[in-house]
């Protein structure tokens, strides 16, 4: 099974603030997918990146898969009280036969 | 329709009760999965169906045992649970394995 160390684990910063959360690996994955999870309901893609150097953009997030597709990082412009929520990255394995989570980072945004 | 709908939401059984958790899907995934997860903690996977037949179990207590009725429907049926089975069960379903996955809003089982 391949791993993947996401951090950090935990972030706490105050409304207009940027960050970026990190995914990182020994090993290479087909693609790279992130997800948000808000408190009681399941987790929800935002989005997939499969080329190595990709850079996806969605509004004031930015997703880059690494050139040789063993890391990927989340970056947020400007946050909001309402990107507050778990993040996943999860990697599809070479094998192709199960995606890979991260630990997740837990992000507080405080208005 | 692009949902995943899991019932219940909330479920509170004995030690000794059997239950089902179900998992409906009509955007006509082929890959089903039942995923555990506890507070602030990634989903565990548990099982795979791809095109109706059971491809992962990943070692699985068999108190624990999935039913695939069909290509849209998931079922996970519950015996003799212990206490720290209690968490997050969520249904997910992808077009092809290791697509992208789409969840449902899950059922919180507590086990007294």
Known sequence: TQLLEQSPQFLSIQEGENLTVYCNSSSVFSSLQWYRQEPGEGPVLLVTVVTGGEVKKLKRLTFQFGDARKDSSLHITAAQPGDTGLYLCAGGETSGSRLTFGEGTQLTVNP | ?112
């Open chain 2, 1 to 112: 329709d692009t949902e995943v709908t899991q019932t219940p939401k909330h479920l509170v059984m004995g030690m000794t009760n059997k239950k089902s958790l179900k998992c409906e899907q009509h955007m006509g995934h082929r890959a089903m999965y039942w995923y555990k997860q506890k507070a602030k903690k990634p989903p565990e996977l548990m099982f795979v169906y791809s095109y109706e037949k059971l491809s992962i179990n990943e070692s699985v207590p068999s108190r624990f045992s999935p039913e695939c009725p069909n290509s849209s429907l998931l079922n996970l049926h519950l015996h003799a649970l212990q206490p720290e089975d209690s968490a997050l069960y969520l249904c997910a379903s992808s077009l092809l394995p290791t697509g992208e996955l789409f969840f449902g809003e899950g059922s919180r089982l507590t086990v007294l």
